[in-house]
């Protein structure tokens, strides 16, 4: 039998003989170009194939195309053009803010729930005498701007806080940490891969020096982002060589990758305004609501105690009110809470009995594309460290599922998912050696 692949609709490929209906809920980890991306790049791969250094005709057209990109990008950052440096993604922005600012005997203020790109810098950084303190989020998923404020030292010279978590979708407090960072004199990097495209985004208003984008995060290519670097920040670049990008990161531009970086910025931009970002909030509030309509599941990262507060919200963010407080499974949350900002596609939630790993298999088995927060250290899995650091046991952490919905999502996509996690919640918890059969 031949195993011809013919794409019927977005999701649905047709094996010969075979249907498989694919949903693909994993846009947290990367998503697919969009149509409109892959046009506008695809004159800069044959083309238009210039340098954008060179001074010929063909260099210039290339120059044009950056130069244009970079208008897109400061727009949607809020920022002036020369305050955008192209790079190759999240953890070279990342990178960049660390080891460009951090020298020994400095002090670093960041949280424990950030990406490796900032974790493990900063742990190489401590190698080198520079003190790191890492903040814990509150059980909710939120940073405490408090707790940061108590963590700064004389010798604090940068604060770097993520806009939303990879895993939970919980959107930090970052215009408030940008204050306290103003007030005490302290450079401010904000990790904005996850939020760029599912929160509007604005230098100013956040009070960031730096401020890091991924293309592949936001239906861009790969390999390819921006680090907003406010004017007068002294960063030290990471790359050398050519006087590419003001002397701020050498190497010939990646000019098909930054033309699809602003194509899929200036898509982004267009999704928050004509309530794409609204409907996928909604899509994703179904799907969390119809979960928790098993028993022994939860949502990590949802409520916090009213005493905390809210946390002045960024212009577009979701808090996903639909069904986290049903009572039907068991979790009735006190009164006196407030729901924590989420990023409208993201939903983590916990599944007594189980193992994320187990489930990641099982669903994709039936053409289901989710992920678990766990990393695999030496043939070992490791719970996320995030859902541990938000105070989660080992279980229940390893128990966890990051479902992460593109913003092309559809009705339909969201009712397969709803039709195929519980027959295979339990199908595995039927197989359950330890506790099968103790849930009500
Ligand atoms: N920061 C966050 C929050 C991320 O989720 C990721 C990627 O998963 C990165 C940084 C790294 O970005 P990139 O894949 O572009 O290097």
Same mark, same amino acid.
């Given at each position: 039998?031949?195993?011809?692949?013919?794409?019927?609709?977005?999701?649905?490929?047709?094996?010969?003989?075979?249907?498989?209906?694919?949903?693909?809920?994993? @846009?947290?980890?990367?998503?697919?170009?969009?149509?409109?991306?892959?046009?506008?790049?695809?004159?800069?791969?044959?083309?238009?194939? %210039?340098?954008?250094?060179?001074?010929?005709?063909?260099?210039?057209? @290339?120059?044009?195309?950056?130069?244009?990109?970079?208008?897109?990008?400061?727009?949607?950052?809020?920022?002036?053009?020369?305050?955008?440096?192209?790079?190759?993604? %999240?953890?070279?922005?990342?990178?960049?803010? &660390?080891?460009?600012?951090?020298?020994?005997?400095?002090?670093?203020?960041?949280?424990?729930?950030?990406?490796?790109? &900032?974790?493990?810098?900063?742990?190489?950084?401590?190698?080198?005498?520079?003190?790191?303190?890492?903040?814990?989020?509150? /059980?909710?998923?939120?940073?405490?701007?408090?707790?940061?404020?108590?963590?700064?030292?004389?010798?604090?010279?940068?604060?770097?806080?993520?806009?939303? #978590?990879?895993?939970?979708?919980?959107?930090?407090?970052?215009?408030?940490?940008?204050?306290?960072?103003?007030?005490? $004199?302290?450079?401010?990097?904000?990790?904005?891969?996850? %939020?760029?495209?599912?929160?509007?985004?604005?230098?100013?208003?956040?009070?960031?020096?730096?401020?890091?984008?991924?293309?592949?995060?936001?239906?861009?290519?790969?390999?390819? $982002?921006?680090?907003?670097?406010?004017?007068?920040?002294?960063?030290?670049?990471?790359?050398?060589?050519?006087?590419?990008?003001?002397?701020?990161?050498?190497?010939?531009? #990646?000019? /098909? +990758?930054?033309?699809?970086?602003?194509?899929?910025?200036?898509?982004?931009?267009?999704?928050?305004?004509?309530?794409? &970002?609204?409907?996928?909030?909604?899509?994703?509030?179904?799907?969390?609501?119809?979960?928790?309509?098993?028993?022994? =599941?939860?949502? #990590?990262?949802?409520?916090?105690?009213?005493?905390?507060?809210? *946390?002045?919200? *960024?212009?577009?963010?979701?808090?996903?009110?639909?069904?986290?407080?049903?009572?039907?499974?068991?979790?009735?949350?006190?009164?006196?809470?407030?729901?924590? /900002?989420?990023?409208?596609?993201?939903?983590?939630?916990?599944?007594?009995?189980?193992? $994320?790993? @187990?489930?990641?298999?099982?669903?994709?088995?039936?053409?289901?594309?989710?992920?678990?927060?766990?990393?695999?250290?030496?043939?070992?899995?490791?719970?996320?460290?995030?859902?541990? @650091?938000? +105070?989660?046991?080992?279980?229940?952490?390893?128990?966890?599922?990051?479902?992460?919905?593109?913003?092309?999502? =559809?009705?339909?996509?969201?009712?397969?998912?709803?039709?195929?996690?519980?027959?295979?919640?339990?199908?595995?918890?039927?197989?359950? *050696?330890?506790?099968?059969?103790?849930?009500?």
């Amino acid at each position: 039998m031949s195993l011809r692949k013919i794409p019927i609709a977005r999701t649905i490929y047709l094996w010969e003989g075979l249907a498989l209906l694919r949903v693909y809920m994993d @846009a947290n980890a990367t998503t697919p170009l969009l149509p409109e991306v892959v046009e506008a790049m695809r004159p800069y791969w044959m083309e238009h194939f %210039g340098n954008a250094s060179s001074i010929h005709h063909e260099g210039q057209q @290339a120059r044009a195309a950056v130069e244009r990109a970079r208008e897109t990008i400061a727009a949607f950052l809020n920022c002036s053009n020369a305050e955008v440096i192209f790079n190759s993604g %999240g953890t070279e922005g990342d990178n960049t803010a &660390i080891f460009g600012l951090l020298r020994p005997g400095d002090h670093f203020i960041t949280t424990s729930i950030e990406h490796s790109a &900032i974790l493990q810098a900063a742990e190489k950084m401590a190698r080198q005498g520079v003190e790191i303190t890492l903040i814990d989020p509150r /059980p909710s998923g939120l940073i405490d701007p408090a707790d940061i404020l108590r963590g700064i030292r004389p010798q604090t010279r940068l604060i770097s806080v993520m806009l939303a #978590n990879n895993e939970t979708g919980v959107i930090q407090p970052v215009e408030e940490i940008g204050r306290i960072a103003a007030d005490n $004199g302290i450079y401010f990097h904000i990790d904005a891969v996850q %939020g760029a495209g599912k929160v509007e985004l604005d230098v100013r208003r956040f009070g960031c020096h730096l401020l890091s984008i991924s293309a592949h995060k936001m239906h861009g290519p790969k390999g390819v $982002g921006a680090l907003f670097v406010r004017r007068g920040t002294p960063i030290e670049p990471l790359l050398v060589g050519g006087s590419h990008e003001r002397r701020q990161r050498a190497g010939s531009e #990646n000019v /098909p +990758g930054i033309v699809g970086l602003a194509k899929a910025a200036e898509l982004a931009m267009h999704s928050l305004e004509d309530g794409t &970002i609204t409907r996928l909030a909604a899509l994703r509030d179904r799907l969390e609501a119809g979960i928790l309509a098993l028993p022994g =599941t939860g949502v #990590n990262g949802t409520f916090v105690p009213q005493t905390l507060g809210v *946390p002045s919200m *960024p212009r577009i963010c979701f808090c996903g009110k639909g069904g986290i407080s049903r009572t039907s499974t068991g979790h009735v949350y006190e009164n006196g809470c407030n729901p924590v /900002p989420r990023a409208a596609n993201t939903t983590n939630i916990w599944f007594d009995q189980l193992e $994320g790993e @187990a489930l990641v298999i099982a669903l994709d088995l039936k053409g289901v594309s989710v992920s678990a927060g766990s990393t695999c250290h030496s043939g070992a899995t490791e719970p996320s460290h995030v859902l541990m @650091a938000m +105070g989660l046991d080992k279980t229940r952490a390893r128990a966890s599922l990051r479902f992460s919905l593109l913003k092309t999502v =559809t009705e339909a996509d969201v009712d397969y998912v709803l039709k195929v996690v519980p027959e295979v919640v339990e199908h595995l918890r039927a197989l359950s *050696p330890v506790t099968a059969g103790t849930l009500g």
